[in-house]
Structure formats: structure tokens, C-alpha cells
């Protein structure tokens, strides 16, 4: 049977990633998975973190935030509530957790990536949206900077999906707003070109699921995490795509 | 002599307004002042501050905030920073005060227009095109309550401009970043469609001015403003333009 | 080869939880997994949060805190930064939601569970020892309330445990600090009685993990949460053992 | 039409400032503009912010509170409500702007002028007498530090005046708090000794002001700023007074 | 020996108390304790805090602040700093016990009373300056609003005074801020008219008292309140003296 | 008459102090006065606080909380509220001050010593029970960087009690959480084991107190500070008892 939109199971919404989008970050995309709109940008910072100062090593860090206008309802600013939520600081650890898995910290040297994703439209995947296009402006940030003498400090492509259970038992692809809320499992995965996994983040609050479940989840994720990583590398195109992971 | 950009010096950047914007929000825009991009939204909610429970009179108020990626140096959330700074609480209240000042709030009755301004891209000016375009949200969003039988709660057509006293000492509109950042005479106005002063906000920290600059500041904002005025017009079209300070 | 403490790699440190240590909250536990400590109660409240308000259901929120002595170097109170941290936030909405996973929260009727764990000591496995614990907390908790003619509103066992892949590529369980703290991949999973998934959350951010790891790590983390539901029946008893997912 | 208080259209109140009033700042008055009563204080630190340091350039920062028993209402102290309003941030932003504007900070050299504007008793007109007492404290704290073979670092006369329109549609100069709360027009004007403008600050959000009113507001906001400059003189005494604007 | 000012050991620097010192406040006075200023207000509110509502009885807190100008180096605002210090949480709870003593809560009714004492000037003795001048400020607002066929809400005079070791081993009352900081033994002690305790806050962190220290610094203190408690009657008059702690 | 418990009036309730409780800490104890416990860590940290640097000298400072099932009703934790309560911040310096009165911070050298005194379960002198403690931890601490060739750097013993009045008119010791709700008089005593005071803070809010009632207050808490004294070194046994106060 259809989903709302008429996709098939496994299927992905259109995916689209603008790059280039604003003028000042060292790197930007505007990257939309259907209905839901982000702009991920990456700013290099001369400096570290304390905990990293005289070790060589760079970092990478990321702050998400939803724009006031992005949800149905309109959502109060964080700064008016005085507090990140639990919520926004989940993902932005996620966020970066992620790309710092891809990256080869020694390589960047003591610089540090801020990673910024802003949502101006909100319908599902904020999270997977934010990973699968900040990665693009990770690295059209880190190009500017590049010395051909050494190691681009990419070392693998990076997509992130969501999967679920939905209220008819399917097992469903890239859930938007309407089918998350219904969902009584959903469970985001996070995986490099390799097909390896960085994050697998399921939760069935509502459902706890079987292992059954939890092996066609993974099988949906993987599918869709392929198709992105090829997408992502048609837009770099072979001159960027290329650099990634190789020795200089 | 020629500006930075080749304009003469009583010539607005290119503009531009896209309206309906986002899908969720009742008003949304894009405006551009030339490099200056703000995503303006208008969001209707059902009651109003304490102070006007009882009173049969609406409110309006803004909110106003730069994404990290917008300027030419990240600039750090407030969130973050755990405050709002001076600077975006005075120009909050000033979009707020602008806008109220073309509504009939009695006419609105006890409900609360929300406004929105998110920058995305910085470069100048970024207070007069929010009230610019936060004018056409607040019309498109009132006009989905609209009821034909009662006055639409908008009097008079709004628009808001920079003017300055430049490093050569030459009076110019619509300073762009670079201008603003030279200026020794920087000044905002806001008007109606009347022709009246809502704001003048004038301040020479580096330089005070003169009777005589005075006066050609405020001649050159009037002629911006009346640029400006049109355009909106022209955007909403007669449907919507007719409405606004008409009786039922 | 033998691991630091001479445990082989699917063993459990020695797990022990004193029921009604504290005099005043309805259910109180120590849980201790090897020298990890944590006091957790269970306090009923007679309201529910805004939302659910008039709906006839229930709640259950869970905070959780390190006390400043219980870690190698002392930790600063949240207070003092002025904010719950990122990684408190995390753990105290997993321990929330996987004790609602198992509550009957219409059974339970508009009143709200609040649960409590405060790290007196952590070796690793604070989370894992947190929700292991404070669901004895919450079942005698419930027990001072419980009407013979209604559902108990507890419907399944509920326990969590740690798994990884340590510094020399092995499947270990329930690691302690050291351990974890030279761990490529890290994963905690809390499990039903009857054997579903309620909440699986691995990151492999230093070393990104295959397909087969992960059939490792799921196997492993499932032998041991058995463990922990057969010791939790034990020191529940029958009396109260038998009560849970029980229909009147 | 007389108002309020009997004073024709264009009168100030009695002005009075008390010189020295405290023992430790080095500068301190208590300003008078009728029953509006205000302390200032300027204090000399020996250190600058972050983006002046290396420059050999000094600042000037000014802070500005209302005591909660200055109002007819008491006003809940800022620290209770945890942040500073709006208001405040507005006020303290210009008291600073105008200060400097009239100081030569490069002669200052790498110290701080720290202003503190503490309203006892507020009747109308807080922010213009902070601003025109605020001036004699900084004249005598810069005082205490002056060495005669240098220039002193102010080099004009400042002060402040409000104008408005009544709710008679009159122009009226140094509106009280009952006047200012019925006005249509309300107007903060900042000058120098030469009779330049250094901020301009109108506002009319319940009814916008011809460019015929501005007019008459301007010529009336400066022959108040006038008789305040006089009377600033006197006070300081040709000792003092000859000092500001002179080379050494 | 004699004392900095040439005081004996048992005289109080030279009080004074100026009533109706501001307009809007339904109490307020200027209390000084030689160079001591506070500015002491008591505001009457016609609701009680959550605790009290439905008990028929009233309230009474305090709220103390030092001017940024009050002190020899300037003291940073709490807003700034973000919070309440520690001494000034515990300045104005004991200001709000102290008054409280000697009030009969069930004759005020349901309204609250709000004392802020600001300090203008600090020379020592910040916090018995202000216990002995928000008394008259009381007894000032409850005039406004008595009734004379109730009960007058004030049961007894209430004055407070410090005494010390100094650092030549003498008992000393009423110290400066000099003597203070050297004081081996500091001690605040709030007295009724009645000659009974109601607080006594003494502290010998760098030098522990003996038994009979102690009893010369009570004695000490009892005489200095007497006098404070005779100031105190003569201010006040008959006319309102009188009624303290009199049937209707 | 009899207390609650069974107790005479000048009987404190059992102490027991469990040494080396947690792992991590230099020193910990376990505390306990009857049903109050409270968990004392003293950790080394090895710089002072700003004012201190490169004087030589060393500081403490401590930290008090409660559990938020210590209580009878749950009590929410700081970091919720947003801030330290003044009841909190009143504690913690109290606790501060009085081990820092025995302390040779001099010989100490410019080290920190940072207390944590976290109340698990609170039945009344939860203070008093956090600076005996507290005492303990301390000395245990320091015995981990003692240095046999110097001064050991704690001066004296120090250990204190509560003492009141009770609703019967009757001087009481060691109040337990009833009693104290009930008290007229409400008086914490800090004494060293030399006899002297280090703090005295009566309060009779509800009724202040005699002379003579404050010397019988005085004479009970003596005797109970005499006993905790005797247990405390007791515990510490001769090795360590010895140490104290001793020269080289």
C-alpha cells in the first residue's frame, strides 16, 4: 500500500543540495530532503578546544537550531527559553560525533570546523538532512584550505537516513513529519562510503521492536544510505569526489 | 564619484520580495537588499500579553536574529551566549514599534501577530529590509483571517531605509556593510505610505552632524522610501494593496 | 585473553541492588554494577505535565546527576556551569523513555512518576545501572499505591546493559570506565522481558563498525540483559514479580 | 495653554546638579531635572576591552538602572528577572554613544571610563539627565587624572533634552512622566556645545509626525540643550570649563 | 585607646534618619550611620506569595543592593554578573526574618510587604543600618493603610547594630569598614524594644572567641540598641510611637 | 518530659562517621546524626582562586546540595530552578568558613582544598552534620600529601550542633527535622576543640529570645560540640588525632 505521498517503502523523497548557497562561510549548502530545508554551513577557526591546545589535533563542532517559522506551530527560540533543549543538544552531538568520524583530526592540524545547521522548513529527517548536507560544506570548506602536499582530511563519504516501523507495521524510508509522529519505531543509522556504521540510534518508546524488525530496519537504511552517497558524489563531481580518502 | 558598487549615491540596492516563502507560517518572505537576505515570517496566535487581556485589542512583536553563517565572522548564537545582545533587543523593538504603528489593533481583536526576521546573509541594512518585508508578511498573514465584514487591520503602507553621511562626506542611501562600517553619519528611517515619520534614528558617535546634513539625510530617506512603497504595491497588487486603509 | 579485571568478555560485573535504602521516597534502590553506584528513587506527584492534562494518563520524567566526589577528578555541579549538560540531557531522556516503554501510562491514571538517579560512584555503565535500578524503584514505588481491582501499570521487565568492541577488537560486556574509555565502538541496549528492543544506541566515531560487529554486539548485549531480569525477578520475589504485566 | 506643572511649551524644569556627591567614585553628582533625581558616577579602570587592547586607545561604557522604588509601581530589580530589558539595554547603548562622542579616547590612552547611571526617583526624562549629569561626573573624574602637558580627553560640551507632541498637539520641551505617558510624539535629542546633533531618537508608533512637526520639535530641542550647556558651565566653574576643547 | 575617628569603644558613629525621602513609595527613609547610606522603601502589594493564600495572613521580604558607586572600588551590577551573591542572599533574608519578628502577620491580612534597602554609600554596617531605617520605612507604609479599628500590624521596635574584636583585642561597636576588615571577631545582632534576641550572627573565622569575649560583645551590642531604639522613638513621635504594639 | 525519640533534652541523636566511603576522593566520610546522612568528599586541587595567586597561602571552599529524595517531598534540584537558593548559598558558607578556621592555609601553600558535603537523606542538622563530617574527610585528605618535614596544616579540632528552643519552652540539642519545624528558637554552634566559637547563628524569628535563654542555648550546645569531639578523635585514632594542632 502507498504512503502518503505515494512513495514506496524504500524509497527516498527527492534530495537536493545547493552548494555554494551564501557568500561568506568557507563552505554552505542549502540541502532539502523533500519538504524539509536546511542550510549547513562550515566556518575554520584558527583555534581548539582547551583540551586539544599543543596536541597537533583539530576539531570539529556542531550547533543545530530550528528557525522560528520551520514547524507547523511556530517554535519559540532557544534564547527566549534561556536553554538549549535535550533535544537540540542530542543532535548536535550526533551531528558532530558523525563528521568527526570521517575526518582525520591529525591531518586538519589545530583548526577547528564549526558545523551550523539551520532548519527553515521542518518536515522530518531535520537530523539525517543536517549530516548528508553538512558533509558537502565540510568539504567545500575544507578545499579552500587544502595544501596539495598533504592528506585532504576527509577520509570517507558520510550520509545519514532515518527508518521506522510505521503504525501499519511496515517497515518505511526517509519518514516525513506525518509518518514520524505515527511511527512506532524510529531509528536513524549513519554510515560512511565503506558501509560501515558510525550511529544507530533506534527507539521504540511506544513499540519495543524484534530482532526481526531491527534486521529488515537496517537492510531499508543501508539501500537508502547508498543512494545518497551516490548522489553526493555526482555533485562534488570527480574532482573533489576524488580526494577523498586518498594519500597526496 | 562613484559607490562601491557603482551606484549613484541616492540609489537603492536591487530589491526583491518573495512572497509565501515557507509552507507552514501564515506570512513568509524572502527580502533582498542587494546582498542582504532576511527570511521574514508573520505567525497569527490566539491571545495576547497580559497587560491587553479584557481590552479587545491585539499585539504585534518581532524578534530579530543573525544565523551564525550570516556575517562575514561567525557570529556566535545568542543561545550560546545565553543572552540576547543590545543591539538585537534594540532593533526588535524597533521593527515591533514600526509595525504596530500602520495596525489598527483594535480592529485585529485579542490576538497576537508574531513577527519573524532570521538573517541569512548580512550586508547592511539588514533592519530596514526586515520591517520592509516583515510589511508584506503581516498583510499576507492577515489576509487568511480576513473577514470581509469588518476593517483589515492595516492602515497605511510601511517601508523603512538607511542613510549616512559616507567617509567622503557625501550624503548616500542604503549603506552596504562596507559603507556602514565608514560612515560617520549613520541613520535610520521609517515611514508611511502617508509620507509621515515613524522613526528617525540618527547617531553620529564618531562625527556629529550638522543642522544642514540633517536635512539632506532626511530628503534622500523620503525619496528611498517612496521607491520602496511602490514596489510593495506592486508586489501585493491592487487585490491586496486596495485593502489596506480602507473602510469595509 | 583475560580483560583488567579478570572477567571473560560476556560477564557481567557483580550486580547488587539494596531495595528501600532511603526513607522518604515511595521506591529507593542502591544499584551498584561492580563499583559503578547510583541511588535511584521513585517519587509519585498527583499531576500530570500541561499536556497530557485531562487526558486520564499518566507520566514518568527521570533526572539524573553526578555528584561531584564520584568520578576520578572532580566533577562540577550543573548548577554551578548554570546548565544540565549535553551528555546529562541524553542520558536522563533515555532513562525516561525506556521505563515509559513498559509502563501502562492510562493504568497508571493523571499522575506523574518522577525518577531520580544520582551517581554516588561511576566506573562506567551509570546509565545502564540507572535503568536497571530505578525500575525496581519504580515497582515499589507503584506498590504503595497499587488497587487490587486495577492493572498494575507495569507490563514487562525492563533492564540495560553496555556492550563494545575493545582496543583489541573483542565483544565485550558491560564495560567498566577504563575500559570504555579505549573502546572503538560503544553501545548500550535496553531490552524488554519478553526479548524486544527499546532502545539500541551505538557510535563507532573512532572506528566506524561493519555489518558482522554488529551481530556481535547485539548477541552479546542479549545473554546479558538476561541475566539482569533474572536477578531482578529474584529480589522482587514472587509477590511483587508475578504482579507485573498481570491482568487483575 | 499651560501644562501640567504651569510651564509654557518650551520651559525646562528646575535643573540642578550636585557635585561630589559621593565619597569613592571619582566622579559623582546627583542630577535633578524636577523631580527626576539620578546618580551618577564615572569611574577610572585602568584596563580596556579585548579589541581596544594594544591600541593606545581608551572607552568609555555606561550602565543605567532604575532602583525599584523609583517608580510609581515598584519595578522588579533586572537580577530578579534575570536579564536586562530592553529598556535598559536602549538607554545604557545611547548614555555610551553620546559620551563618547564628545570625548578624545585616544588621549584617554588604555583606560576605561565606566559611567553608572542609577535612577532614585524617575518622574519622565531618566535618560537625558542621565546623560547631560553624566557629563560633569566625567569631567571631574577625568580630573583627578589630568596632566596639564596633555590634552584633556573632552573636547566638547554634551547634553540631553527630550521634545515631544502633547496629546494637545503642541510641541512641548522636557516632558514629565504623566506628559510623556500621553504623547504622540516622543523624542530624545543629544548635542554638543557646537550645536551638532550626536543622536536623534523619535519615535511616533501610536501616530507618525509630519516633516512640518519635526521641524518645530528640532528648533525647540535646541534651545533647551542650550540653557543645559549654560547651566553645565556655571556649574563647572571657567577653572574646569576652560579645559574642555583646549590644547594644552 | 581611641578608635580611627576618635570614637570610644561603646559609641555609635552619628545616626541619622531622614523620612519621606522619596515620592512614589508608601515608605521610604535615607538612613545613615556616619557615612553609611541606604535608601530604605517599603511598597505594599495586595497578594501574598502561594504558601499564604487562603490563610488570612501577610508577608513581609527584603531586597538589598549595592550602588556599583557605593564602594572604593566599584562593585560589578548582580544582573551582570548574572546573579544573586551569596552575601546578598544572605543580607536580605535576614533583613526579611529580622522585620518580620516584631510584625503581626494575621493583622496586615493578605497583603505583602516589599522592603529594599540600596545602598548608596557603604562604610560598614551595610545590613544594621538597613534593618534600623526599613523599620521607620515600615512603620511609615502600614500608617498609609491603618485602619484604627484593627490592630497596627508592628509589634515592637527593632534595631540593629554590629560589634567586633578589633584587631587590639578591645570589644568595639559600630564598625567602619576599616575596623571591619581587620576585626578578628565580626557579629550583627537585631534586637527588639523589648530587649529580647532575634538574631545573633557571630563569626571568628580567623580568630575563635572565648565564652567571656563573647559576653562583652553581647552587652556591648545591647547598650548600642538601646540608643538606636530611643533615636528610632523620638523620629517616629508620639503620635505614631505609640501605636507600636498597642491594642486598637 | 521525654522528646519524640525517646531522647533528654541534652542527648544528641547517634553519630556514626563510615571513613573512606567512595573510591575516587583524597577523603570521604559518610555521616550520619540519627536519619540524616550525608556523604563529605574533600578533594586537592592544585591552584587558588584569583585573589590568592602567588600569595603562598591556600584556600577551602565547599559545596552543600540536597539529594532530591532526601526529603519528604522531593525536592527539585538547583540546576532545574537555575540557581543556587539562599538557603543553599547561607550553608555553604557557613561550612567554608568553619573548617577554614582551623586550617593553616599558610602551611598549606597555594593549594585548594574543595569540600562537597551531598545530604542523601535529611532529618534536621544536615549543617551541623556537614561540618563534623566534613572535618573528618578533610584531615583524611590531607594525610594523602602530608609531608612529614612540615607543618600538618589543620590547627584544631572543630566540630557543631544545633540547639533550640522547643515548642514546650525547653532547651533542646540535636534537632531532628520535627522538632526543628516546631522550635521557637532555632541556634547553630561551630566550636574547636580548644572550646573556643567559631560561629554562632541564633535566630527567633517567631519569638525572639532572652538573656537567660541564651545562656542556657550556649551551656547545651558546648556539651554536645564536647562529645562529637571525643568521636571524632576516636575515629581518627591516635595517628592521626596526634597530627593536629602538632608542630614538625
Redesign the interface.
Known sequence: MARLDGRSNDELRKVNITRHY????AG?VLVEFG?TKV?C?A?I?PKVPKFLRGTGSGWLAA?Y?L??????T?VA????R???S?RT??I??LIG?SL??VMDLKALGEKSI?I?C?V??ADGGTRTASITGAFIALVDALETIYDPQTVFPVKDFLAAISVGVSDKDEIILDLCYEEDSKAAVD?NVV??G?????????????H????KQ?TGL?ATAESGIDELISYQKDILGNYLGWRIGREP
Open positions: 551564501l557568500k561568506h562561510p554552505s519538504d542550510i554551513t566556518t577557526q550547533e537550531s528557525l522560528p517559522g520551520a514547524t507547523e511556530r527560540r532557544e534564547v527566549t534561556g536553554k538549549v535535550g543538544q542530542e548536535q552531538r560525533r568527526r568520524s564549526m551550523d539551520d527553515i522548513q531509528m554510515m560512511t565503506n558501509g560501515d556504521f558510525v550511529e544507530i540510534q533506534g527507539t521504540g518508546e511506544e519495543p521492536f524484534s530482532h531491527l537496517l
